[in-house]
């Protein structure tokens, strides 16, 4: 059974700082995936990495297989970053294992 | 934005009696999931559908039943509902197995176990 670790479990953090949330796996996967889930509870895939490095706006996805970690980064972050962002690990066709997730808020 | 439903998306409901939540989606994906997520444990997987007929347990699937008759509906069924089982549930849904493996969520059904 996969194993999947994020931290920090909180942040704070001053509009336009550098964000970086990080994750780590315990077994080999077939893909890692990066979701971000606002206040009012809906879940949207931010990414979806089996290797390296994924960029979405001021989105950044990197993925170090041998060493079974990912790293989420935000670039000059904006309030409306604020959520909760878990990161989940693919094995096969029995869905995801998912971390507990990083709460994160960007203060004006 | 994949088109999945919930309903209902909230109900309260006492020990003993049975619950069924409903997933229904409009993209023709083969692979539908349940998951739960509470407090400290983020989300977990319930029982997932790899096509109509065909259902299997994920991580935490005692006290709980699913169905798939048809390929645009998963149903979650608590036979009877325990306090244990509040939570927020949530549909998920994918076209493949293989790559790219994406997954698409539905909105959650909060349920609350009087």
């Known amino acids: 059974k996969n194993e999947v670790e994020q931290s920090p479990q909180n942040l704070t953090a001053q509009e336009g700082e550098f964000i970086t949330i990080n994750c780590s796996y315990s077994?080999?996967?077939?893909?890692l995936h990066w979701l971000q889930q606002h206040p009012g509870g809906g879940i949207v895939s931010l990414f979806m990495l089996s290797s390296g490095k994924k960029k979405h706006g001021r989105l950044i996805a990197t993925i170090n297989i041998q060493e079974k970690h990912s790293s989420l980064h935000i670039t000059a972050s904006h309030p409306r970053d604020s959520a909760v962002y878990i990161c989940?690990?693919?094995?096969?066709?029995?869905?995801?294992?998912f971390g507990k997730g990083t709460h994160l808020i960007i203060q004006p | 934005d994949a088109g999945i439903t919930q309903s209902p998306r909230h109900k309260v409901t006492e020990t003993g009696t049975p619950v069924t939540l409903r997933c229904h989606q409009t993209?023709?994906?083969?692979?539908m999931y349940w998951y739960r997520q509470d407090p400290g444990h983020g989300l977990r997987l319930i029982h997932y559908?790899?096509?109509?007929?065909?259902?299997d347990k994920g991580e935490v699937s005692d006290g709980y039943s699913v169905s798939r008759s048809k390929t645009e509906d998963f149903l979650l069924t608590l036979e009877s509902a325990t306090s244990s089982q509040t939570s927020v549930y949530f549909c998920a849904i994918s076209p493949t197995a293989s790559s790219p493996y994406e997954q698409y969520f539905g909105p959650g059904t909060r349920l609350t176990v009087t």
């Open positions: 989940a690990a693919r094995g096969g066709a029995d869905g995801l294992t």
């Open positions: 993209e023709n994906h083969r692979y």
């Open positions: 077994v080999g996967i077939s893909a």
């Open positions: 559908s790899y096509g109509v007929k065909d259902t």
